[in-house]
């Protein structure tokens, strides 16, 4: 199995995640596995610096955030402020993030008042502005 630093070498070396990339992925972090904070942060270095993501990318990704921030069922402060640098690296929300908040405040089991106040704040802003149904 390729290390984090080796496939983090090929994504970016190509600009996007595909289906061998996905594949590799999936196989590292089964859909059932915890994910570990040093993945998530892995992950969402990925997910931040490549170019091109295909759909089936994007959908591991988001279940892999959810699987690491509900861990215990509860979204503490340090797992919000970790989500807000997360959503808010690009200075936009996505609609897949904005659904991303949505799914954790209906899957937790308990949620702090910063991921109250974060998702608030979210669904303050507007949808993402599409002109041809693609980024």
């Known amino acids: 199995m390729p290390s984090f630093r080796e496939i983090e070498t090929q994504v970016l070396r190509n600009g996007r995640i595909d289906g061998p990339e996905v594949e590799i992925l999936r196989q590292m972090f089964p859909g059932n596995a915890p994910v570990t904070r040093e993945a998530a942060d892995f992950l969402a270095v990925l997910h931040k610096r490549v170019r091109q993501r295909t759909p089936a990318f994007d959908k591991f990704f988001f279940n892999a955030m959810k699987r690491f921030i509900l861990a215990d069922g509860r979204i503490t402060a340090t797992e919000t402020e970790w989500l807000r640098q997360l959503l808010f690296h690009d200075g936009a929300l996505q609609d897949e993030e904005r659904k991303l908040l949505n799914e954790l405040k209906g899957e937790a089991r308990e949620v702090g008042p910063e991921f109250e106040q974060l998702l608030k704040e979210c669904m ?11 980024r």
């Open 124 to 134: 303050k802003l507007g949808p993402e502005a599409r002109t041809s149904g693609h």
